[in-house]
């Protein structure tokens, strides 16, 4: 029996508003629209498996800060698909394995490198030998990858899948006299994919929304309309494909210094999540009306060159004076107000760019360009820290990103230079010092004079990179069976003024956490501290869940927050139980924050299967109902209650309790 054989047989033992318009809408979706469904030979895990996965991934993304609370569905959306349509693992490229957020880029070079020696990978057991993995994170990636030697690929030609989702909002009491419309808000979300023979995809998506409080008529709806078409897969010859998308959309080149719109793949404290990966182009998906474009994209591949370009032009909020100078840009797409419809789409924006990269064996290395203007010129007053970031005329920038796997490290990059002449760079790494640990690195220097406005690489200001030279570093070390301990710190220096800081001045953040299992039960510990300029803060966050039988969960979390003098914290308790098609969430939680330096973030279940985080300020409750239907395959109905109330004035005055009613609908066919 040969090696390979006798490996195979080792380790494959262990793989074990309105009511009638929405009916009407729906209705039209199931007559109008062909319905095909397709069966992949593969088994799903249970729910409640891809459930817990999610929450670990949405709540640290969220904590990170590195995803807006507005992309937590299209990043969500991602991860359901993948467990719908598992990866293949053994046939999976480099940049399909890069979608899954889980795997660093140390596991997808071990996994690479493994089937390159020793062949196909079996099993969940044959996965947890491998190098950066353990039995956990490979039970954890199953989810949402399928193991086999040989795995047949379901047939895509002439497939259709179409996904709705809905989510409507009621506050309950007494509403705002001072509001333009209706006291309620509603988000639709329509997502049509099309496979046709010849292998090009068509893409269609629509988002509608209205916020609480906004104006509703028939000549407008929806305060805020998206949509897109796009054409993916199209053949030119043998060696070249193109992709043509128009309508909204989002960019992300390089490491973000040019343009980085949305999200990045990656989970928010492993050692290489500072390193942004992803798709260049992509519809928008999100309910956030200012970080997007709008107008037509073109991207593809050649060999191995690949290649993007985009024009944009749409409408932003903001401020005119009678100058016809713009005085502030506003931002959050919130239009319940005279005063904020008045600024509503008041100044144009153009925006063109492009990027060429070329994809070598082991490394990338792309050469990207952006230029922006805004319709009116800037009439801010000029202070020492905005001097140089009144934005008139053409504003470019252009950089060269890199990222090269050498020797099982991981080591990426980006220089840029914007139009008068100031640089921003950033260079990074990822490393294995020793068995079970991984390391990142990010080192980054951005000049007080570097102007790029969609930029998204990382950096401690709003503002966006620059002012600052700084170092991160992120380490995981892997213990025993299961235990994940992370640990990580930042250091940035600004050599000039920040808005109501003093001229100079430092910032130093660190945090350490643990995960893992003991016994039957799931802990997690993680405490973080910053220092600003001279102000100290401390966060601590505990949690233990137990799962007692098949379909019900116990969780107990407590967080703590100092600052400015005072201590704040909470303690909350949920149930989880799931029975078939019915899953319910119970939860309730106090807290007591005296001081806003010291306020508490607590992450919890939202509709339809989505996270949403909550700022509690005060001393008060919080209590929430969740329920999910799924009567069939194609449909869920979501429900949850919620009611925030005070026990005590907050700096001398009571203030008023919150209790809203959520309705969610998701169809997907």
């Known amino acids: 029996m040969c090696g390979r054989e006798r490996r195979r047989e080792i380790v494959a033992g262990g793989a074990r508003p309105r009511l009638l318009s929405l009916l009407l809408f729906l209705l039209a ?53 993948l467990a719908r349509s598992p990866l293949e693992i053994n046939r999976a490229s480099r940049e ?90 509603l988000l639709i979300k329509e997502r049509m994919e099309y ?15 209205k916020d609480v409080g906004e104006m509703m008529n028939a000549r407008r709806p929806f305060d805020n309309l998206s949509f897109n078409l796009s054409v993916e897969g199209i053949r030119v010859g043998k060696r070249t494909q193109l992709s043509l998308l128009a309508g909204d959309y989002k960019v992300r080149l390089g490491q973000g210094l040019t343009i980085w719109k949305g999200f990045s793949i990656a989970s928010g404290d492993a050692p290489l999540s500072l390193y942004k990966r992803g798709r260049e182009v992509l519809p928008n998906n999100s309910s956030d009306e200012d970080n997007y474009l709008r107008g037509a994209a073109l991207w593809g591949r050649s060999g191995r060159v690949s290649f993007v370009a985009f024009l944009s032009r749409r409408l ?35 925006t063109a760019g492009s990027s060429v990269k070329y994809n070598g064996d082991s490394f990338i290395v792309a050469l990207n360009a952006v230029a922006r203007r805004y319709g ?31 020797r099982g490290a991981m080591l990426y990059g980006e220089v840029a230079v914007s139009h008068n002449g100031a640089i921003a760079a950033l260079s990074g790494g990822g490393f294995r010092p020793w068995r079970g640990a991984e ?61 109501n800081i003093a001229p100079e001045s430092s910032r130093v953040a660190s945090f350490l956490s643990a995960e893992g299992m003991a016994g039957p039960f799931a802990l997690l510990f993680k405490a973080s501290e910053l220092w600003n300029a001279g102000k100290n803060s401390f966060r601590i966050r505990t949690s233990a869940g137990i799962n007692l039988n098949a379909g019900l969960h116990l969780r107990l979390a407590g967080n703590g927050a100092a600052g400015g003098g005072g201590f704040g914290w909470s303690l909350s308790g949920r149930a989880t139980y799931g029975v078939r098609r019915l899953t319910m969430v119970c939860s309730a939680l106090y807290f007591d924050a005296p001081l806003w330096e010291c306020r508490i973030y607590e992450y919890e279940r939202d509709l339809p299967q989505s996270y949403a985080s909550q700022l509690l300020y005060g001393k008060g409750y919080k209590v929430y109902l969740y329920l999910a239907w799924k009567p069939s395959r194609w449909l869920a109905l979501h429900i949850k209650g919620e009611h925030l109330g005070y026990l005590a004035p907050r700096n001398g005055e009571w203030q008023d309790s919150n209790s809203r009613i959520k309705l969610g609908l998701q169809v997907e066919l």
């Open 195 to 209: 496979h046709l023979r010849s292998g090009v995809k068509l893409l269609c998506g629509v988002v509608a929304e």
């Open 439 to 499: 390391l990142g690195i990010l080192c980054r220097g951005y000049s007080i004079a570097y102007v790029a406005p969609h930029s998204g690489a990382f950096s401690t200001l709003s503002a966006g990179p620059h002012n600052q030279y700084g170092a991160d570093f992120n380490l995981l070390q892997r213990v025993g069976s299961g235990w994940i301990i992370k640990g990580g710190g930042s250091y940035t220096y600004f050599p000039w003024a920040r808005y």
């Open 376 to 406: 009116y010129d800037c009439g801010v007053k000029r202070r020492e820290d905005n001097r140089l970031l009144l934005y008139n005329g053409w504003n470019s920038a252009v950089s060269l990103s890199y990222a090269a796997a050498i």
């Open 316 to 350: 932003v909020d903001a401020k005119i004076n009678e100058r016809g100078e713009y005085t502030s840009l506003q931002s959050g797409g919130l239009h319940n107000t005279l005063a904020a419809l008045a600024k509503r789409q008041t100044m144009g924006e153009v």
């Open 96 to 185: 399909e394995l890069s979608a899954i957020a889980l795997l660093s880029d140390f596991q997808i070079e071990s996994i690479i490198s493994y089937r390159e020696k020793h062949g196909p990978i079996l099993s969940v057991s044959e996965l947890s030998l491998l190098h950066g993995f353990d039995l956990q994170t490979a039970e954890l990636l199953s989810c949402f990858v399928v193991f086999g030697e040989s795995y047949a690929p379901v047939r895509t030609e002439g497939a259709f899948s179409n996904r709705l989702y809905l989510k409507y909002q009621l506050p309950l009491g007494k509403g705002d006299s001072t509001l333009l419309g209706p006291n309620w808000s």
């Open 29 to 81: 979706q199931l007559l109008f629209f062909p319905l095909q469904l397709h069966s992949a030979p593969v088994q799903l895990p249970p729910k409640e498996g891809v459930e817990e996965v999610l929450e670990r991934v949405m709540t640290t993304l969220q904590e990170s800060g590195m995803v807006a609370e507005e992309d937590l569905v299209e990043v969500e959306s991602l991860y359901r698909g």
